[in-house]
C-alpha cells in the first residue's frame, strides 16, 4: 500500500520539485562520500588487476585507469591490510614481453616511489619485504660453433622480472623494495656474495623486515605465492618448469629464498666464496640447518614459477672447487658470510622501477685469501 502511495505522489510531483529532491539526493551523497570513512574502506576490496596488458598503454586508457584508481586509495588508513589481501585468484598470466623502462613506468610509476619502492595507500602492510636481485647486465656467452664470443645483455630479462613482479607484489599488498645488485665486469659471477651485499645496503635503506633473494629469471605463476617472510626460512621456488614442476631434491634452496633479518643473522648470511656455478645453495641449506632452522614452502600447485629460457654464460662458469668448499661448510659458516663481507659500491642510483647497487666484489683480494686454505680454486 505504501509502495503505491509513494508511486502515486510521484506521478504528481511537480518538474521542478522532481529536481529539487534530485539536487538533494546527490548533495546527500556527496557528503556520505566526503565525510564516512567507510566508503573508502570498500575501497579496500575492489578487486584491481595490476596485470594490465603493455597493450593498452598506446591509447592512453592504461595509464588513465591507473592513475585514478591510485587517486582514490590516497587516504592513509591506520588499519593493518588483511592477513589474506582481496582478490587473489591463484594462477595467473606470466609476461614473457620485455616491454621498455618507459612503458613499464607509465604502467606502475603512478603507485611506485623512485627506487622501486611500493606500498598500500589504504591499509598498513602487514609485511617489510626488500626483493634482492643478484645480476650482471653483460655476460659474455660462448659460441662453441665459431670459436668467439658473443656479449648478452640480461636487461630484457630484468624488464620482464619488473613487469611480473610490481604487478604481482602491489596485489599483495605489500611495503616492498627490489634491489638489483650488479657486478661490474669483467670477472667471475659470485651470486652469493651478490645477496649478502644486496642485505647490507637494503638495511641501510629501509627499515626491512623480510628478504627475498630473487634470481632475475624465475617469474611466479600464482599470487597466492606471497612474498613474505615465515617463522622458517622459505623456499619460494618450489615448482618450476624447468624442472617438470617438481622439487629436484629435498634440501634444495635455490632459485628463490625468503629470510627475516634475525634468519640471516643467525645464519651468517651466504658464503662469499662462492666463485662460478654451482654449491652456494647448498651451503645455504647446509647453514639453515646448523643454525636449528627447517625449510618451510608452500605447496607445489601454489609455489609455481617460470623460467626464463637462456643460454649458460661462459663468466659463469662451473665452479670446480664448490665440493671442496661445501665440505667445510660446518667448520667456515661462522667466519665466512656476512661478518666476513668486503666490497666497494661503485654507484647506488634510484631508479624509477629499482634501486641499482654496481658494486666491485674486490675478487683478487678475496681469491688470494681464498687459496690460502684452499690452494686449488
Known sequence: ???????????????????????????????????DGAFFSSL?????????????????????????????LEVNGTSLCPVTPPG??????????GPSYDQLEKLYSSWIDKGGHSYPRHCISRHKVAIIVPYRYRLPLYIEWDNSFRFRDRDTQLRIML??????????????????????????????KLMNIGYEEAIKDYNWDCFVFHDVDLLPEDDRNIYSCPAQPRHMSVAVDKFNYKLPYGSIFGGIS????????????????YWGWGGED??????VSLAGYKISRYPADIARYKMIKHSHESSNKINKCRYKLMGKTKQRWMSDGISSLNYKVIRMEKR??????????????????????????
Not at 50 to 72: K, P, R
Not at 175 to 185: A, F, L
Not at 352 to 367: A, G, H, K, Q, R
Open 88 to 97: 587473489l585468484v591463484g594462477k595467473i598470466r606470466v609476461w614473457m614481453d
Open 44 to 72: 579496500a576490496s575492489f578487486n584491481f588487476d595490476y596485470h594490465t596488458s603493455i597493450d593498452t598503454i598506446a591509447d592512453g586508457t592504461s595509464s588513465t585507469l591507473n592513475e585514478s584508481f591510485v587517486e582514490s
Open 282 to 287: 647448498d651451503d645455504l641449506s647446509t647453514r
Open 258 to 273: 625468503a629470510l627475516t633479518r634475525e634468519h640471516i643473522e643467525k645464519i651468517n648470511g651466504f658464503s662469499n666464496d
Open 352 to 377: 624509477p622501477l629499482f634501486t641499482n647497487i654496481l658494486v666491485d666484489l674486490l675478487y683478487e683480494e678475496s681469491i688470494t685469501k681464498l687459496r690460502k686454505t684452499f690452494p686449488s680454486c
Open 1 to 35: 500500500m505504501c509502495d503505491e502511495l509513494a508511486a502515486a505522489n510521484a506521478k504528481s510531483m511537480h518538474p521542478r520539485l522532481k529536481i529539487v529532491v534530485v539536487l538533494l539526493a546527490i548533495a546527500t551523497i556527496v557528503h556520505i562520500i566526503l565525510d
Open 163 to 192: 613487469h611480473n613482479l610490481h604487478a604481482l607484489l602491489t596485489k599483495q599488498q605489500l611495503d616492498y623494495g627490489i634491489y638489483i645488485v650488479e657486478q661490474v665486469s669483467p670477472g667471475v659471477f659470485n651470486r652469493a
